[in-house]
T-cell receptor, first 116, second 112 residues
């Protein structure tokens, strides 16, 4: 079974530029999450989708971050304009409706963003 | 905010058991205890979870105290590949897929 795919793995941009990250969850997984992990800290939830609807985006800085999950499959996370403090690894995770109760989320390898 | 307290770091000799403690004194009756680990440059990986009974799987054992205020993750025979950050998380599972709230975790270093 293929895992959660993310791209790009690495991205370096100047502050005030824009960047987009893509996530392809495990086939059939209805729930998709984006986490931000700053160096030395645990992952922090940014947004959670159930199919193509947003369940929780309370931690998403909406003035600069946006995310969408068209057709309830792939998802894109965008940052515009980027700030220095956005330097982090952006992790995508998914879970199926059936395993949601077990707490098992499957994570991708992440996209590392460096803002200069 | 994370509802758990873990030591910042621990060391373990290869082949010995690694016992990782976690305090969750404010856990509520319907919250489960979950453990994930994150190997360097990878995403977190599910290890095990439990409610009040001890649990064991192919990766680890989870021991939860009777009052449920603390738990211990046991890796019975640690290897160098077990070097990682281990996260203890409490959450209430639901059909929509409750998100995990991570703390800083425990960095386990296994050495030969």
């Amino acid at each position: 079974e293929a895992g959660v795919a993310q791209s790009p793995r690495y991205k370096i941009i100047e502050k005030r530029q824009s960047v987009a990250f893509w996530c392809n969850p495990i086939s059939g997984h209805a729930t998709l999450y984006w986490y931000q992990q700053i160096l030395g800290q645990g992952p922090k939830l940014l947004i959670q989708f159930q199919n193509n609807g947003v369940v929780d985006d309370s931690q998403l800085p909406k003035d600069r971050f946006s995310a969408e999950r068209l057709k309830g499959v792939d998802s894109t996370l965008k940052i515009q304009p980027a700030k220095l403090e956005d330097s982090a690894v952006y992790l995508c995770a998914s879970s199926s409706r059936q395993i949601a109760n077990t707490g098992e989320l499957f994570f991708g390898e992440g996209s590392r963003l460096t803002v200069l | 905010d994370a509802k758990t307290t873990q030591p910042t770091s621990m060391d373990c000799a290869e082949g010995r058991a690694a016992n990782l403690p976690c305090n969750h004194s404010t856990i509520s009756g319907n919250e489960y205890v979950y453990w994930y680990r994150q190997i360097h440059s990878q995403g977190p990986q599910y290890i095990i979870h439990g409610l009040k009974n001890n649990e064991t799987n192919e990766m680890a054992s989870l021991i939860i105290t009777e009052d449920r205020k603390s738990s211990t993750l046991i890796l019975p025979h640690a290897t160098l590949r077990d070097t990682a950050v281990y996260y203890c998380i409490v959450r209430v599972p639901n059909q929509a897929g409750t998100a995990l709230i991570f703390g800083k975790g425990t960095t386990l270093s296994v050495s030969s």
